[in-house]
């Protein structure tokens, strides 16, 4: 696992609501690169289980991590967390 992927499964454990973070996403769709950044208050993280794999057993359980944030505008997001993902509380 990588430091920065570490570092961020880390501060997302200790996150509190009310914590402002930056959050930087690397995305790569076909031959296209590019990077987001999302900055907001921590509503809530939580672990939710999903399907977005094709052909899957029924039995087969798969979680993602998921970061709810309260941007500055009032909107509300929901990031997943992946191995791209960096995460950084900000102050």
Do not use: C
């Not at 992927?5 to 402002?20: K, T, V």
């Not at 973070?21 to 939710?48: D, F, I, P």
């Amino acid at each position: 696992m990588p430091a920065t992927e570490l570092a961020s499964r880390q501060l997302l454990a200790q996150l509190q609501p009310g914590d402002r973070v930056e959050v930087l996403h690397h995305v790569k769709v076909g031959s296209q690169e590019w990077t987001a950044t999302t900055v907001g208050k921590v509503v809530r993280t939580e672990r939710r289980r999903h399907g977005l794999h094709y052909r899957r057993n029924v039995d087969d359980k798969v979680f993602s991590d998921m970061l709810i944030l309260e941007r500055d505008d009032g909107s509300l997001t929901t990031i997943t967390m992946d191995e791209f993902t960096v995460l950084t509380k900000l102050n």
